[in-house]
C-alpha cells in the first residue's frame, strides 16, 4: 500500500466553519474522482491534510491531480516522529535515491508538540543522510540541490517524500452554487472549467466536449428546465470582439465571461489540456 499526502491552499484561510464545510466537500469529491477512475483506496484526513491509502499509486494520482481544492499530492513513507527513528529512516530512505558526487537538502517541517524544533530535524536528518551516501562523494546544497528530501512531522507520525506533485488547487467543486455553462466551442470549454475550479457546480449546456468535463466532475450534469431553476449565474465563452452586440437584458441571470481577456492561442492551449486531464 501507498500512502499519499494531500495539501490544500486556499481552504486554509477560511474560518474554522466555512473551512470544516470545505473540507468535507473537498474529501466527498475525491471519493467520487477515485471511485469515477476505478481507483481503490481509503481516504482519510487529520488537521491541513488528507491521506489516501491505495494499492495503485499511479492511477490515483491522476485522479486526484483532478480535483479542484488539492493544491499538490506527494507518495510518502512513512515512520515514528522519534527523532532518532527519523535519522535512522531518513539514512534508509535516501539509499538508491542519490547518485555519485550529487548534492542534497532537506527541508523539515513540524505540526504538534514536540521536544525537537524543524530545524533539529533538517539538521539530524541531514546528517544521517551525508554518512549513509559518504561515500558516494555527495555534498550539501541548500539553495538549489540536486535532490531535495522532504520530512514532515506531524503528531506522532514523520512522512517522508522527495517530489511534489502540482495539482490545480481552487477550491472544492459544489461549494459555490450552480452556474450554468454554455459549451460549444474551445472558449466555452475553457470557461465552464475555470468557473468549476472556483468550485461551481456546472449545469452543461450546448453542443460542446462534455465528457472530458466530465473528467473533473464525474457528477456533471446537463442543464434542464428542471435544474436550471437552481442556477445562480450564466457562464459563456466570449472574447471581447465577442461582445459587440451583446444584450444582458436577454438573460434572467448574471453572465459571465471567464476567458474575456485571453488570447485564442491561450484558450487553445488550455482546452488542449482539459481535454488530455492535465
Same mark, same amino acid.
Not at 499511479?58 to 507518495?75: L, Q, T
Not at 541548500?142 to 488547487?169: G, K, Q
Given at each position: 500500500m501507498t500512502t499519499l499526502l494531500l495539501r490544500y491552499a486556499e481552504i486554509g484561510i477560511k474560518s474554522e466553519p466555512v473551512r470544516k464545510r470545505f473540507e468535507k466537500q473537498l474529501k466527498d469529491n475525491?471519493?467520487?474522482?477515485?471511485?469515477?477512475?476505478?481507483?481503490?483506496?481509503?481516504?482519510?484526513?487529520?488537521?491541513?491534510?488528507?491521506?489516501?491509502?491505495?494499492?495503485?499509486?499511479?492511477?490515483?494520482v491522476n485522479a486526484i491531480r483532478r480535483v479542484f481544492g488539492?493544491?499538490?499530492v506527494s507518495a510518502a513513507e512513512m515512520c515514528s516522529s522519534d527523532l532518532e527513528e527519523i535519522c535512522r529512516f531518513a539514512a534508509e530512505y535516501s539509499r538508491g535515491r542519490?547518485?555519485? #558526487?550529487? *548534492?542534497f537538502a532537506v527541508d523539515a517541517r513540524r505540526e504538534g508538540t514536540h521536544p525537537y524544533t524543524s530545524i533539529d530535524v533538517a539538521r539530524e536528518a541531514g546528517s544521517a543522510i551525508f554518512l549513509a551516501n559518504e561515500h558516494l562523494g555527495i555534498k550539501v546544497n541548500l539553495t538549489s540541490p540536486d535532490?531535495?528530501?522532504?520530512?514532515?512531522?506531524?503528531?506522532?507520525l514523520a512522512f517522508f517524500f522527495s517530489e511534489i506533485i502540482p495539482c490545480h488547487a481552487g477550491l472544492p467543486i459544489g461549494t459555490q452554487g450552480k452556474v450554468v455553462a454554455d459549451v460549444d466551442d474551445d472558449?466555452?470549454?475553457?470557461?465552464?472549467?475555470?468557473?468549476?475550479?472556483?468550485?461551481?457546480?456546472?449545469?452543461f449546456r450546448g453542443t460542446g466536449d462534455l465528457e472530458s468535463l466530465r473528467r473533473y466532475d464525474p457528477d456533471i450534469r446537463e442543464c434542464s428546465d428542471k435544474n436550471i431553476k437552481y442556477a445562480l449565474a450564466?457562464?459563456? #465563452?466570449? *472574447?471581447?470582439?465577442?461582445?459587440?452586440?451583446?444584450d444582458a437584458s436577454a438573460y434572467d441571470l448574471p453572465v459571465f465571461f471567464p476567458t474575456i481577456a485571453m488570447k485564442?492561442?491561450?484558450?487553445?492551449?488550455?482546452?488542449?489540456?482539459?481535454?488530455r486531464g492535465f
Amino acid at each position: 500500500m501507498t500512502t499519499l499526502l494531500l495539501r490544500y491552499a486556499e481552504i486554509g484561510i477560511k474560518s474554522e466553519p466555512v473551512r470544516k464545510r470545505f473540507e468535507k466537500q473537498l474529501k466527498d469529491n475525491i471519493l467520487s474522482m477515485l471511485a469515477f477512475d476505478g481507483v481503490e483506496a481509503i481516504v482519510s484526513r487529520k488537521g491541513a491534510r488528507f491521506y489516501v491509502e491505495t494499492s495503485d499509486k499511479e492511477r490515483a494520482v491522476n485522479a486526484i491531480r483532478r480535483v479542484f481544492g488539492v493544491a499538490s499530492v506527494s507518495a510518502a513513507e512513512m515512520c515514528s516522529s522519534d527523532l532518532e527513528e527519523i535519522c535512522r529512516f531518513a539514512a534508509e530512505y535516501s539509499r538508491g535515491r542519490l547518485s555519485e #558526487g550529487q *548534492s542534497f537538502a532537506v527541508d523539515a517541517r513540524r505540526e504538534g508538540t514536540h521536544p525537537y524544533t524543524s530545524i533539529d530535524v533538517a539538521r539530524e536528518a541531514g546528517s544521517a543522510i551525508f554518512l549513509a551516501n559518504e561515500h558516494l562523494g555527495i555534498k550539501v546544497n541548500l539553495t538549489s540541490p540536486d535532490v531535495r528530501f522532504y520530512i514532515e512531522v506531524r503528531d506522532n507520525l514523520a512522512f517522508f517524500f522527495s517530489e511534489i506533485i502540482p495539482c490545480h488547487a481552487g477550491l472544492p467543486i459544489g461549494t459555490q452554487g450552480k452556474v450554468v455553462a454554455d459549451v460549444d466551442d474551445d472558449r466555452g470549454l475553457v470557461s465552464a472549467w475555470l468557473v468549476m475550479k472556483r468550485g461551481c457546480r456546472v449545469l452543461f449546456r450546448g453542443t460542446g466536449d462534455l465528457e472530458s468535463l466530465r473528467r473533473y466532475d464525474p457528477d456533471i450534469r446537463e442543464c434542464s428546465d428542471k435544474n436550471i431553476k437552481y442556477a445562480l449565474a450564466c457562464v459563456q #465563452g466570449r *472574447s471581447l470582439n465577442d461582445l459587440k452586440g451583446f444584450d444582458a437584458s436577454a438573460y434572467d441571470l448574471p453572465v459571465f465571461f471567464p476567458t474575456i481577456a485571453m488570447k485564442d492561442e491561450e484558450v487553445k492551449e488550455i482546452a488542449d489540456g482539459i481535454r488530455r486531464g492535465f
